[in-house]
């Protein structure tokens, strides 16, 4: 059975990214810019593998026909 440890690892990582994109962004008149396009490039990312990756550990049923649906 598959664990939900690889989202808390992987979460983990992108707030080490998000850290590192925070202090490592140069300075200069765009570096808000810069530091917000990193950090929601990181955390939409994130978002969007862990979403996946749990919706395929809990997959929805599938729905059940009768022969009478299907007649219609």
């Known amino acids: ?7 808390f ?10 850290a590192v994109s925070w202090l ?3 300075k200069g008149p765009q570096q808000t810019l810069l530091r917000t396009s990193f950090l929601l490039t990181i ?3 994130y978002l969007m ?10 997959p929805l049923v599938a729905p059940k026909f ?7």
Do not use: D, K, N
């Open 9 to 18: 690892a992987l979460f983990v990582i992108a707030l080490g990214l998000m």
């Open 43 to 45: 955390a939409c990312t």
């Open 1 to 7: 059975m598959a664990s939900a440890f690889p989202v």
């Open 49 to 58: 593998w862990a979403i996946t990756y749990l919706a395929q550990l809990h």
């Open 24 to 26: 490592a962004t140069p």
């Open 66 to 72: 009768t022969a009478a649906s299907l007649a219609e």
